[in-house]
């Protein structure tokens, strides 16, 4: 355990944590810290690159508040998705120092990241109805130092708007495509495009949309090959795993540069 960690833990019984859990991390080392209805993992940021989300719904903002508090005297942010507006401002009201965004329905407390790269994740988005799963990819995105592209209210039903938009696909070095409906819109795009493309069906769709599972299996069958499909409106999923791809170009010598903003 380094010092940083002790200074982590310390802050944390400063701010509500439980003094017991302290002294059961100071002598045992665990990445963690137990506020008795969450044990809050401040050692995620460590292994995996990236510090842990807040699934806000079905927690109350008294839960969240505890939560937000560990996170960010161990990282100086708290991020979460699925938060209500009520819950939001009751959060807010309480911690300060972040901001609400209602249609992506993420809230953000502390500073976002410093920029992890300059190369551009793409997020396309088939219709209006699809924005706000693709927000929560591009606030995620943002917040945790990736620069975004938004194409929006490019889908099949009138393809020549996504032809309009091949220069700023080809300059992104990842590409999110969220579609509900049939789904059909990553299967285009996969097959213009040579970059790594993550799919997001939304559940988007009159009766035999089946709530997204059938923009699922469409983008699940496609005839592009290649392309990564998330779950069903899952478009925070989509950008960890945009970020997991650019921190990895990044860390082995920024190939693929060629993708990045003139």
């Known amino acids: 355990m380094t ?7 310390l802050e944390a019984v400063r701010d509500g944590a439980p003094v017991d859990s302290a002294v059961e991390r100071l002598s045992s080392g665990l990445g963690f810290v137990d506020i008795g209805d969450a044990s809050v993992d401040i050692d995620r940021e460590r292994r995996r690159g990236f510090p842990e989300v807040i699934y806000c719904a079905s927690k109350t903002a008294g839960q969240i508040i505890r939560i937000a508090r560990v996170l960010l005297s161990a990282h100086g942010l708290a991020y979460g998705t699925r938060c209500a507006p009520d819950v939001a401002e009751e959060v807010l009201r309480e911690i300060g120092d972040g901001a609400y965004d209602p249609l992506s329905r993420t809230i953000r ?3 976002p990241h410093a920029q992890l790269t300059a190369l ?7 219709g209006t109805s699809d924005l706000p799963v693709a927000e929560e990819a591009c606030m995620t995105l ?14 099949v039903a009138g393809i020549h708007r996504l032809l309009g938009e091949r220069d700023r696909m080809e300059r992104s070095a990842v590409l999110i495509v969220v579609a509900g409906m049939e789904g059909a819109l990553p299967s285009v795009v996969g ?9 997001v069906p939304t559940s988007v769709g009159y009766g035999a949309a089946l709530g997204g599972f059938t923009a699922l299996l469409g983008m699940l069958t496609s005839c592009a090959s290649g392309i990564t499909v998330v779950n069903i409106d899952n478009g925070f999923g989509a950008a960890m795993a945009s ?11 920024g190939a693929g540069r060629e993708h990045a903003h003139d």
């Open 191 to 199: 097959g213009l495009s040579r970059q790594p493309l993550i799919a």
């Open 109 to 111: 407390i502390g500073a």
């Open 120 to 126: 551009t994740t793409g997020v396309i988005a088939a």
């Open 243 to 253: 970020l997991g791809i650019l921190r990895a170009i990044e860390e082995r010598g």
């Open 3 to 9: 010092p940083e960690d002790v200074r982590m833990i």
């Open 142 to 155: 943002e917040t945790f130092g990736a620069p975004v592209e938004r194409i929006y209210d490019v889908g």
